[in-house]
């Protein structure tokens, strides 16, 4: 059982251009959840997703970011027009559909990098 | 504001040591709490975890945790580290119903052979 896919592992861009991230949750998971790492800082929680909804975005920078969860195919964060602020690790994490159960099961993250 | 905070950045030991991280979290209702453990090189794999019940919880690799309650604290133990347990450290909250973690800042353990 493959764990969960990010895509890229890094990723460079200039100021001004987009990145897109990509996370592939675990089979059978159906909740996604984002999170960054600024350099020298613990994660900070961004948005969670479940299947073409999303349910919490309180951590999600109000402009320019964006995520999404479509109905098939990977869940995608969104950052358009980058500036050197958002270089940092993100990660993302996949947990089973159980409302009892929050254990979250992490990829290896994106490295992004705004030059 | 919902926080989580770690007491100690860098620890350094040498193997044998016993190992004890402090976490102490601010949030008043009920939630569930998690160490996250992250090897170099590797990504973030779970430690252990406490949702209910004996709030001493026991971990993969010889860890544990006890969740005070009264104390707001999940403090990570290890009896006698070892070498191959250098990593940094994470301890987690999540508020009941809410899916997302808080996370504290991390503890880089360093073993010292």
């Known amino acids: 059982n493959a764990g969960v896919m990010q895509n890229p592992r890094h990723l460079v861009r200039r100021r001004g251009q987009e990145a897109r991230l990509r996370c592939s949750p675990m089979?059978?998971?159906?909740?996604v959840y984002w999170y960054r790492q600024l350099p020298e800082e613990g994660l900070k929680f961004m948005v969670y997703?479940?299947?073409?909804?999303?349910?919490?975005e309180s951590g999600m920078p109000k402009e320019r970011f964006s995520a999404e969860f479509p109905k098939e195919g990977p869940s995608i964060l969104r950052i358009q027009q980058v500036v050197r602020g958002d270089s940092a690790a993100y990660f993302c994490?996949?947990?089973?559909?159980?409302?009892?159960?929050?254990?979250?099961?992490f990829g290896p993250g994106t490295r992004l990098t705004v030059t | 504001a919902q926080s989580v905070s770690q007491h100690n950045h860098h620890v350094i030991l040498s193997e044998a040591a016993s190992l004890e991280l402090g976490c102490n979290y601010s949030?008043?209702?009920?939630?569930?709490l998690f160490w996250y453990v992250q090897y170099p090189g590797q990504h973030l794999q779970l430690l252990l975890k406490?949702?209910?019940?004996?709030?001493l919880v026991k971990g993969i690799k010889g860890f544990e945790a006890e969740f005070i309650k009264s104390k707001f604290s999940f403090n990570l133990r290890k009896p006698s580290v070892q070498w191959s347990d250098t990593a940094e450290y994470f301890c987690?909250?999540?508020?009941?119903?809410?899916?997302?973690?808080?996370f504290g800042q991390g503890t880089t353990l360093q073993v010292k052979p």
């Open positions: 994490a996949s947990s089973p559909p159980s409302r009892e159960n929050y254990e979250q099961y």
């Open positions: 089979k059978g998971h159906s909740h």
């Open positions: 997703l479940q299947k073409e909804n999303i349910i919490d």
């Open positions: 949030y008043g209702g009920t939630v569930n």
């Open positions: 406490y949702f209910s019940g004996d709030p």
């Open positions: 987690a909250v999540s508020p009941s119903n809410t899916g997302k973690l808080i």
